[in-house]
């Protein structure tokens, strides 16, 4: 029996709503942003899974804690990419905007995109479609996520809104492995902003189902977020109207303003 080379992404939850991902090929694995160690530990055992590397969106302890943790286990030689700052612990390798990684085992190839508005120095990494892979993946941390986007707290509205211009213009097949579970939430503001988006609806209804299962929402697509997330539709009539009315201005000039007032709204809501 031929082994299935196709890459692997499997969810590992922590905490009350994270997932840590791990992508494997079988028997080498890379974990992105392990919060907790000892979960991913286990993942590895039991699937029999050698860890080769530690990707890192950005310095969040839900992000990061479990670094240090997985090093003194498995290996302090094992690779830790990450963006910039002095506060990821036990990076190796620092990633800016533009870099490419790859990855002999599992084999795999990442560009790096600087996103920042959710902490500055976040970063994403792609993979498009690769010998080994069917459909691009889009690692993102807190920046998007299904049917939202990370709360603005280091970062400015507009630097959130060209890092989400970065995210639409990927093809709309790329899977979005983002890292909390909130979509549930999010669909409730989302149906706020958009009362009548057809697509809205009926994901409301399919993500509901997953979770009544206990069924992660994710991953989400590009194409999806594209119809259903109102942070990537500030360009859509019933998005602005929505910003207009919650904000009582007249007019709103660009999506990144589109996008300032219901992020404050979301804040709030």
């Known amino acids: 029996m031929l082994k299935n080379t196709l890459l692997q992404v499997w969810p590992i939850p922590a905490f009350d709503d994270n997932y840590l991902w791990c992508i494997h090929d079988g028997d080498s694995a890379l974990i992105v942003d392990p919060g907790d160690a000892d979960p991913v530990i286990a993942y590895l055992q039991q699937e029999k899974l050698t860890l080769k590397g530690i990707l890192i969106t950005h310095h969040h302890a839900d992000h990061t804690g479990g670094i240090l943790k997985l090093l003194e286990a498995l290996g302090e030689s094992i690779p830790v990419y990450g963006p910039v700052g002095n506060n990821i612990p036990g990076r190796t390798q620092v990633l800016m905007q533009g870099d490419k990684l790859e990855i002999a085992s599992p084999r795999i190839k990442f560009e790096v995109s600087e996103v920042p508005g959710h902490t500055l120095s976040h970063i994403a990494y792609f993979a498009n479609m690769q010998e080994n892979i ?136």
């Open 134 to 269: 069917q459909e691009p993946m889009l690692f993102c941390g807190d920046t998007l996520f299904a049917s939202g986007c990370g709360r603005l707290f280091e970062g400015t509205p507009t630097q959130m809104s060209q890092s989400l211009a970065k995210f639409i213009a990927l093809p709309k097949n790329t899977l979005v492995y983002c890292t909390h579970e909130y979509t549930l939430s999010n669909i409730r503001f989302a149906l706020a902003v958009e009362p009548n988006n057809l697509n809205l609806i009926t994901w409301a209804e399919k993500a509901q189902a997953l979770r009544a299962k206990n069924l992660p929402t994710l991953p989400t697509t590009i194409g999806q977020e594209l119809q259903v997330n109102p942070f990537m539709r500030c360009d859509q009539k019933e998005v602005i109207e929505s910003a207009l009315q919650i904000s009582g201005e007249k007019s709103l000039p660009s999506p990144a303003h589109v996008l300032a007032i219901i992020r404050a709204w979301k804040d709030r809501f």
